[in-house]
């Protein structure tokens, strides 16, 4: 009752423990959701301010940019600067290409006829009028790689006479050679421009992976665009990509940045933007560029976290603590509880096991002393009470071994022991007790083996193994004990045919009073020490156990011997 009482008691604790402490933390979270809140108003307030004047700067400034298609004149670095794109037939390409997709095309024998009168004029030192026939030979129509390495060589050419200096012309072979859809040179001709280009322009590995970059850009766009009616706006790529009604687009690149930098709406930050971003990103539904004080709400925000954080792991050592108590409490109950009734069940079990060889050597020996029995009975008997005698001493064995292990002061005499004569002699003390039980015994003990152990230990460990397989080896009573060696180790094993171990017990089946729930099991007498001692006996020989299915049915009881 008194068990019940405090179990009872400690459960109440931890309920209440529980409760307090899921209000604490509600209590903390809405005080920091609160904070959170204040934090935010402030920001919003800001931003609101803010807002309305980007939007005219980003207006002002997207006229300005788109004003550059109307100066064509401007160098392509402006162009490719100011991320500017032009679509037709929706598609997207860098601006400044004004001959990638000519408007008035040509067919292959026009273009390839100026390209040879340009090669000719060329010889005869007539430049600019070739220079006029290499401009018409690129505006060639492509329908297969020859006519692209028509256009290819009249570009070469055009940047011969600029001397190798025109940006425009190096960005259009270089869409020719990697980026015109559709259509490629076979793979020695590209290498042989590629060569070219790489000895004769400086930095011509820049200039490539800059061309791949701005195609890559514009099929983004080309892909972002998919038919919308201009004018929008949109995002893209942490960018904000504006497209008007005569098919020009720009970029313009998104970034946050703090109150007072110089850095302006066009540039691009090469720098993590922090926890400025972050809060943008989560309080408006387009990411906007604004200046915001972020050192400041970055520092109350991680006030109010902190604060939040520490109560919290307060609350919670707290807790840990109270509950640890809790439940130790009811685990030193609940074991008080569980030795209690092991040692009942214990003293009930060795008293029972007593007594029975106990009534059977009186009876074999009230038998003896009738004068009317037979010299065969009389052997019988003899070996009977034998037997009982053997099995009593090793259960009082088993008793008195816990008892010492229990209190850590058990010896063992530890010596080299013919293990072959050791355990013909164990078995031979279960002749008659076998013969009982109508037991088939089959015995495989190699002859010569030795070891180095304690003998009457050993002996016990044989006996505890025998006695459970005669308890357990079910309605076909075959056991079958081996000693042999393998691999240059020492084995014995002691197998039954009988009901088996369920895998849940086998992990605790070594372990002082544990026994199985079945009927089976709970029908046969036992202490529940037999194996503990076992196991404790053989790793004291440095020796090992396990246990393993027998196969179809059955248990194997496995000792590892030391070499």
């Known amino acids: 009752m008194k068990h019940w009482f405090m179990i009872t008691l400690s459960a109440g604790l931890l309920i209440l423990l529980s409760v307090l402490f899921i209000l604490s933390c509600n209590l903390n979270h809405r005080q920091y959701l609160a904070n959170m809140q204040a934090i935010k108003g402030d920001l919003l307030a800001i931003l609101n301010n803010e807002t309305s004047a980007l939007r005219n700067r980003i207006m002002t400034r997207e006229k300005e940019i788109f004003a550059l298609f109307d100066q064509p004149s401007y160098p392509f670095d402006l162009y490719a600067a100011n991320h500017l794109f032009k679509i037709s037939e929706g598609r997207a390409s860098p601006a400044g290409f004004s001959d990638i997709t000519p408007q008035n095309s040509l067919d292959t024998e026009t273009a390839r006829r100026a390209l040879g009168l340009g090669y000719e004029l060329q010889k005869s030192n007539r430049g600019e009028k070739a220079r006029e026939y290499f401009e018409t030979a690129t505006r060639i129509a492509i329908r297969n790689p020859d006519d692209l390495d028509t256009r290819i060589s009249a570009h070469i050419e055009l940047l011969k006479a600029s001397d190798y200096r025109s940006t425009r012309i190096v960005f259009g072979i270089l869409y020719a050679l990697f980026d015109y859809p559709g259509t490629r040179l076979d793979e020695e001709r590209a290498k042989k421009y590629e060569e070219m280009l790489r000895k004769n322009i400086p930095h011509f590995d820049k200039f490539k992976k800059q061309s791949m970059e701005m195609w890559k850009t514009a099929n983004g766009i080309t892909r972002a665009i998919s038919d919308r009616p201009a004018p929008f706006k949109t995002i893209?790529?942490?960018?904000?990509?504006?497209?008007?009604?005569?098919?020009?687009?720009?970029?313009?690149?998104?970034?946050?940045?703090?109150?007072?930098?110089?850095?302006?709406?066009?540039?691009?930050?090469?720098?993590?933007?922090?926890?400025?971003?972050?809060?943008?990103?989560?309080?408006?539904?387009?990411?906007?560029?604004?200046?915001?004080?972020?050192?400041?709400?970055?520092?109350?925000?991680?006030?109010?976290?902190?604060?939040?954080?520490?109560?919290?792991?307060?609350?919670?050592?707290?807790?840990?603590?109270?509950?640890?108590?809790?439940?130790?409490?009811?685990?030193?109950?609940?074991?008080?509880?569980?030795?209690?009734?092991?040692?009942?069940?214990?003293?009930?079990?060795?008293?029972?096991?007593?007594?029975?060889?106990?009534?059977?050597?009186?009876?074999?020996?009230?038998?003896?002393?009738?004068?009317?029995?037979?010299?065969?009975?009389?052997?019988?008997?003899?070996?009977?009470?034998?037997?009982?005698?053997?099995?009593?001493?090793?259960?009082?064995?088993?008793?008195?071994?816990?008892?010492?292990?229990?209190?850590?002061?058990?010896?063992?005499?530890?010596?080299?022991?013919?293990?072959?004569?050791?355990?013909?002699?164990?078995?031979?003390?279960?002749?008659?007790?076998?013969?009982?039980?109508?037991?088939?015994?089959?015995?495989?003990?190699?002859?010569?083996?030795?070891?180095?152990?304690?003998?009457?230990?050993?002996?016990?460990?044989?006996?505890?193994?025998?006695?459970?397989?005669?308890?357990?080896?079910?309605?076909?009573?075959?056991?079958?004990?081996?000693?042999?060696?393998?691999?240059?180790?020492?084995?014995?094993?002691?197998?039954?045919?009988?009901?088996?171990?369920?895998?849940?017990?086998?992990?605790?089946?070594?372990?002082?009073?544990?026994?199985?729930?079945?009927?089976?099991?709970?029908?046969?007498?036992?202490?529940?020490?037999?194996?503990?001692?076992?196991?404790?006996?053989?790793?004291?020989?440095?020796?090992?156990?396990?246990?393993?299915?027998?196969?179809?049915?059955?248990?194997?009881?496995?000792?590892?011997?030391?070499?």
């Open 236 to 563: 893209y790529e942490q960018s904000i990509l504006s497209v008007n009604v005569k098919g020009q687009a720009l970029l313009l690149p998104l970034e946050a940045v703090t109150q007072g930098s110089s850095n302006n709406i066009m540039q691009v930050s090469t720098a993590d933007p922090g926890p400025a971003a972050a809060l943008l990103h989560q309080m408006r539904s387009i990411p906007i560029y604004t200046w915001i004080p972020a050192k400041e709400f970055e520092a109350r925000t991680q006030s109010a976290e902190r604060a939040y954080r520490l109560t919290n792991i307060m609350l919670g050592v707290l807790l840990v603590v109270m509950t640890g108590m809790g439940i130790s409490i009811g685990i030193i109950l609940k074991r008080q509880h569980e030795m209690t009734r092991q040692k009942s069940s214990f003293v009930s079990a060795v008293s029972h096991e007593l007594r029975t060889p106990m009534a059977l050597i009186r009876l074999y020996a009230e038998s003896l002393a009738s004068e009317d029995q037979s010299s065969s009975t009389r052997e019988r008997y003899t070996k009977a009470i034998m037997a009982e005698t053997d099995r009593l001493s090793a259960l009082v064995n088993n008793v008195l071994d816990f008892a010492r292990m229990e209190k850590e002061n058990m010896t063992l005499n530890i010596r080299d022991t013919n293990l072959s004569k050791l355990c013909n002699e164990a078995l031979d003390s279960f002749h008659f007790r076998i013969e009982k039980e109508k037991i088939k015994l089959k015995s495989r003990i190699q002859p010569g083996l030795s070891a180095a152990v304690d003998p009457l230990a050993m002996t016990q460990v044989l006996f505890n193994l025998m006695d459970n397989a005669i308890k357990y080896s079910g309605e076909n009573h075959h056991i079958e004990v081996e000693l042999f060696t393998d691999g240059g180790k020492k084995y014995l094993r002691v197998k039954d045919d009988g009901i088996g171990i369920p895998e849940s017990l086998k992990p605790r089946i070594f372990t002082p009073f544990v026994r199985g729930e079945d009927d089976r099991v709970t029908a046969q007498r036992g202490s529940g020490i037999g194996l503990s001692i076992t196991r404790q006996l053989l790793e004291k020989m440095q020796c090992s156990i396990r246990v393993f299915d027998n196969i179809p049915a059955g248990t194997v009881f496995e000792v590892i011997l030391p070499s």
